[in-house]
């Protein structure tokens, strides 16, 4: 669901960012960005061996271009991006993120049992 809590990814960084969509049917229904080049070439690499009638992440473009953290923290001009995961593979439902720059926003769906992945990019101030 939209929170609202919308960041900066029109105007900066030095990174694309890859937007994948995993398929209605089988699944997952959902979005998911990475702006960690070896993240993105993972789930490339690991939708060319998993055939279309089985769950997979789908490539589908370079969205916007943002700025990696490094160790987790932004460099100064940009503000922290988090995500979360519902952890949806393992508990057989469809698998979601909550991509946000507000802290809380994450802390809460952690509370309903989601996981913190942490920083996973940094949007322009």
């Given at each position: 669901m939209r929170t609202g809590n919308n960041f900066n990814f029109n105007s900066g960084g030095n990174t694309y960012v890859c937007r994948f969509y995993g398929s209605q049917s089988p699944g997952p229904n959902s979005?998911?960005?990475t702006v960690s080049n070896s993240e993105c070439n993972g789930l490339k690499a690991l939708q060319a061996t998993t055939p279309a009638t089985q769950k997979r992440w789908n490539f589908e473009s370079l969205d916007f271009v943002s700025t990696p953290p490094v160790n987790g923290t932004c460099p100064t001009?940009?503000?922290?991006?988090?995500r979360a995961y519902n952890n949806g593979?393992?508990?057989g439902i469809d698998s979601n993120?909550?991509?946000t720059v507000n802290q809380a926003g994450i802390d809460a769906v952690v509370?309903?049992?989601?996981v913190s992945e942490g920083v996973v990019m940094c949007a322009p101030s």
């Open positions: 979005h998911f960005y001009g940009t503000v922290p991006v988090y593979f393992t508990r993120h909550r991509i509370a309903r049992g989601w």
